[in-house]
Nanobody
Framework: VQLQASGGGLVQAEGSLRLSCAVS????????MGWFRQAPEKEREIVAA????????EYADSVQGRFTISRDNAKNTVYLQMNSLKPEDTAVYYC?????????????????WGQGTQVTVSS
């Protein structure tokens, strides 16, 4: 399974970005998907997760109400719409896939990982 994340960049505080993660090599519609992030000198943390159908989504408290995870099973792609960005959202963002199909919160539940895309929010 290959995951290719894109859409990162430099944005001012209160701005928006949309990350995309294209998946190949496995039936995308059966995979649970997650977005994680890791800031310098910090642990990797969950941002959002979505189950195989898109019917269930989970968010970290720090992004609830600002970020939206979604998926398009016809395009084999999962998205992370990020609004009202804050400097503390600065991190490398990773997409991940789990074969169980759940909107899993813990990173150890994910078997496949993308390469990461940098998001930098300036104040």
């Amino acid at each position: 399974v290959q995951l290719q994340a894109s859409g990162g960049g430099l944005v001012q505080a209160e701005g928006s970005l949309r990350l995309s993660c294209a998946v190949s090599g496995r039936t995308f519609s059966t995979l649970g998907m997650g977005w994680f992030r890791q800031a310098p000198e910090k642990e990797r943390e969950i941002v959002a997760a979505i189950n195989w159908s898109g019917g269930s989504a989970e968010y970290a408290d720090s992004v609830q109400g600002r970020f939206t995870i979604s998926r398009d099973n016809a395009k084999n792609t999962v998205y992370l719409q990020m609004n009202s960005l804050k400097p503390e959202d600065t991190a490398v963002y990773y997409c991940a896939a789990n074969v169980a199909g759940y909107s899993a919160y813990a990173s150890h539940n994910y078997e496949y990982w993308g390469q990461g895309t940098q998001v930098t929010v300036s104040s």
